[in-house]
């Protein structure tokens, strides 16, 4: 095939997965009534945003805001569209998950030249659980997740510039974006000492400080740090918004903003039900219940209806196992792939367990999911390595239709507990394998 049969292959395959990502979102999406977990807050400051341009309280007055706009202006996109109701403050989300399913077998073709490794990537964050409640619920993290995978996708085809405005979207999406910023930032600076060692230049350190360092902290440090300010412009323009006018200057009244901000997410230690230490994230152990009723429509004598950011079980386990076979290759082998996989896991996960003392809940995974499938995708890749004879031994072949047959067995096992169907009540009780799930 020509090359650009091949990109035309490679675009219409990323469509396709975005169009059945995106009729499984849509599919009574403003199931359940009413607003889902934190919808309550997003949906409502997305509503004030897209009517006022800033978040106000119903009494007018502006409301004290935790995360930044960018999120909540996606949301409003939404409910611009078809009003504030369920389906309005649910759409922009379902549109956003479904591009990144697409997006991903974008991401998975640059790094490891396959398509058929590519779909896989594809139909494994089709078939998560976690990606999907995120999908079909206005939160702000399936937004993170977007941008950041999107600046990944950016760094992989070589555009540095759009990848720190990518990033600095993600951070005015929610904080946890910055620890991106200094991951990727730090990687290109790198690959410029890399390159610049290779081509044997005299002490490449100093050519990359004079040459490369003003470079990429303008990429990775002004343009998402302009990118968040801006996020804000409707505070800016309004004099309704909190704390506005705190100060005379504008600037004072701003920073004080987000210093407040920062003692909020400093001081959330407050306990809850469904609070979970990072250590139990890759495996599930505590997911959060975003919905839960007891209806008396499924014809059985007691009835449930639930919502549970639980990732497929089986695809969170194995990537486990996956991040020991990747990290494994990056010590013996130091394979680009496998490092750049390690350094988007790590980037966010291992922060959060600095805040051992803060409120956190297993949905935040959801930003880092991307990286979770690559891991798998990375491992599989091994696994199915030709032998001497340029072949895949049959065998692995079949072992890997296997696992992802058992992955989209359990995808279809948990989905009524993914979009708030309603069953009966020790339905929803076999689905409880472990007693923290409850």
Not at 288 to 314: H, V
Not at 415 to 429: D, K, Q, R, T
Request: charged share 15%; with cysteine; hydrophobic share 50%.
């Amino acid at each position: 095939m020509t090359e650009i049969s091949l990109r035309a292959k490679d675009s219409l395959t990323a469509l396709g997965f975005t169009l059945v990502a995106l009729a499984l979102r849509l599919w009574h999406l403003s199931t359940p009534k009413g607003f889902v977990f934190d919808e309550v807050y997003y949906a409502k400051n997305a509503h004030s945003l897209v009517q006022h341009g800033v978040e106000l309280k119903n009494s007018g007055a502006g409301e004290f805001i935790v995360h930044p706009p960018v999120g909540k202006w996606v949301i409003g996109i939404g409910i611009k569209i078809f009003g504030f109701n369920e389906f309005g403050w649910r759409f922009s989300s379902a549109v956003i998950g479904a591009i990144s399913v697409g997006l991903i077998f974008l991401v998975a073709r640059k790094l490891f030249d396959s398509y058929y490794l590519a779909c896989t990537a594809a139909l494994l964050t089709l078939l998560d659980g976690l990606h999907l409640v995120h999908s079909r619920t206005a939160l702000l993290d399936i937004f993170l997740m977007f941008f950041i995978l999107l600046s990944f996708y950016l760094i992989l085809v070589r555009r540095p510039w759009l990848a720190g405005l990518a990033l600095g979207l993600a951070f005015a999406t929610k904080w946890s974006g910055i620890y991106y910023m200094v991951a990727f930032g730090a990687f290109l600076l790198y690959s410029d000492y890399r390159l610049t060692r290779s081509l044997e230049i005299e002490n490449p350190i100093l050519t990359v400080a004079k040459k490369s360092l003003w470079k990429r902290l303008i990429q990775f440090g002004v343009i998402p740090g302009v990118t968040y300010v801006a996020s804000w412009f409707g505070w800016f323009l309004n004099s309704t918004g909190w704390d506005r006018k705190w100060s005379p200057s504008i600037v004072k009244s701003f920073i004080h903003y987000q210093s407040e901000i920062w003692n909020f997410h400093k001081g959330l230690t407050e306990g809850h039900s469904y609070s979970a230490n990072p250590w139990s994230w890759l495996i599930m152990g505590r997911p959060t219940s975003f919905f839960y009723a007891s209806p008396k429509n499924c014809g059985a004598k007691s009835c449930a209806q639930e919502i549970l950011g639980l990732g497929t079980p089986l695809l969170w386990w194995s990537a486990l196992i996956a991040l020991f076979v990747t990290f494994g290759y990056w010590i013996v082998r130091r394979e680009w792939q496998s490092g750049l996989i390690l350094l988007g896991l790590a980037a966010g996960y291992l922060p959060w367990f600095l805040f051992q003392k803060r409120t956190m809940f297993t949905f935040y995974a959801i930003a880092f999911e991307p990286f979770v499938v690559l891991l798998i995708v990375f491992a599989l890749s091994k696994f199915l390595e030709r032998d001497s004879y340029g072949v895949i031994p049959k065998i692995r072949l079949y072992a890997t239709y296997a696992y992802l047959g058992l992955v989209a067995i359990t995808f279809l096992y948990f989905l009524p507990l993914y979009i708030g169907s309603v069953i009966s009540y020790s339905a929803w009780y076999q689905h409880m394998w472990f007693p923290s799930w409850i």
